[in-house]
């Protein structure tokens, strides 16, 4: 892990709404994509949303798509991810991944496409 951090997690009600950013931790640097991935407790990680930097391609699960927005700002070199109605089977630790190389061996779904990974920020919701 490393060369990203992820910040914004917290606790939120349910059907609140919460962002979540993602920036390099040191000198920024040209990525492929960026993707967001989740821990529930006692789960795998499972794959959240993506994007390509160049263009703004953007997958999503299943499960929060029409909820969770991701988003690239170039000029702060940041990614964010916006969640609206969250339920509280979104509660687990979120990672922001990037993909500095852009190999596309593996599919932006799949961990294994990324390098760097931030360490986690927890979001619960609960009421």
């Known amino acids: 892990q490393g060369q990203v951090a992820e910040s914004g997690g917290g606790l939120v009600q349910p059907g609140g709404s919460l962002k979540l950013s993602c920036a390099p931790t040191?000198?920024?640097?040209?990525?492929?994509?960026w993707g967001w991935f989740r821990q529930r407790s006692g789960k795998e990680r499972d794959f959240v949303a993506a994007i390509t930097w160049r263009n703004g391609n953007k997958v999503y699960s299943d499960s929060v798509k029409g909820r969770f927005t991701i988003s690239r700002d170039a000029a702060k070199d940041t990614v964010t991810l916006e969640m609206n109605s969250l339920e509280p089977e979104d509660t687990a630790v979120y990672y922001c991944?990037?993909?500095?190389?852009?190999?596309?061996?593996?599919?932006?779904?799949?961990?294994?496409?990324?390098?760097?990974w931030g360490q986690g920020t927890q979001v619960t919701v609960s009421s």
């Open positions: 040191g000198r920024p640097f040209g990525s492929y994509a």
């Open positions: 991944a990037a993909d500095p190389y852009g190999r596309r061996v593996y599919s932006l779904q799949d961990g294994r496409a990324y390098d760097y």
